[in-house]
């Protein structure tokens, strides 16, 4: 079965920029969401398709995916940025999601 | 404004039944997928099972199947779970997501239901 890597956590400082990763076989070549996910709220989508923004999220969010690894930037972070971050795609129709990163922001 | 609310959560014993509801609202909801997703006390995401538009295709993790059944009903804008055979593995916020047409995503989500497998 097909499986996403995340790290466990990022620490950014406040107003710089964040990186969060997302490892799989080949994953440049399925697309990729990004959801967020603060405490004791339901996830929220922050990126589709790879790049693409939601409306009513921040320009500051962005999305690429190559090769074995995607990834999401969040720049200029604020402090309400933070949140667990998963990433996920569809294998054969079966939903997969990375085990989350928990995004502290100093 | 789209809504989805979820409903039927509760404390079961193990091997019991629970039968979750999805009420939504603010959208045409016959024409798009519908999941369910749970996450765990303190854990991450984990996808559940997806449903076609008219129930004629439908996906589940390895760890429901049998025991499980994702449902539509177009009419009343409502989707179910159907639960059986809990297990303590099971215990979980479930939520109820819709698929976009176009890529996929899981664009809108419910606020969840609590569901615990204890005896």
């Known amino acids: 079965s097909y499986e996403l890597t995340q790290p466990l956590s990022v620490s950014v400082a406040l107003g710089q920029t964040a990186r969060i990763t997302c490892g799989g076989n080949?994953?440049?070549?399925?697309?990729v969401h990004w959801y967020q996910q603060k405490p004791g709220q339901a996830p929220v989508l922050v990126i589709y398709?790879?790049?693409n923004r939601p409306s009513g999220i921040p320009e500051r969010f962005s999305g690429s995916n190559s090769g074995n690894t995607a990834t999401l930037t969040i720049s200029r972070a604020q402090a309400g940025d933070e949140a667990d971050y998963y990433c996920?795609?569809?294998?054969?129709?079966?939903?997969?999601f990375g085990g989350g990163t928990k995004l502290t922001v100093l | 404004e789209v809504q989805l609310v979820e409903s039927g959560g509760g404390l079961v014993q193990p091997g019991g039944s629970l039968r979750l509801s999805c009420a939504a609202s603010?959208?045409?909801?016959?024409?798009?997928?519908m999941s369910w997703v749970r996450q765990a006390p303190g854990k991450g995401l984990e996808w559940v099972a997806n449903?076609?538009?008219?129930?004629?295709?439908?996906y589940y993790v390895d760890s429901v199947k049998g025991r499980f059944t994702i449902s539509r009903d177009n009419a009343k804008n409502s989707l179910y779970l159907q639960m059986n055979s809990l297990r303590a593995e099971d215990t979980a916020v479930y939520y109820c997501?819709?698929?976009?047409?176009?890529?996929?995503?899981?664009?809108?989500w419910g606020q969840g239901t609590l569901v615990t497998v204890s005896s």
């Open positions: 997501a819709s698929l976009s047409s176009s890529g996929w995503e899981l664009d809108y």
């Open positions: 603010g959208f045409t909801f016959s024409i798009y997928w």
């Open positions: 449903i076609k538009q008219d129930g004629s295709e439908k």
């Open positions: 080949n994953i440049g070549t399925k697309n």
């Open positions: 398709r790879d790049s």
């Open positions: 996920q795609v569809w294998d054969s129709s079966t939903g997969v």
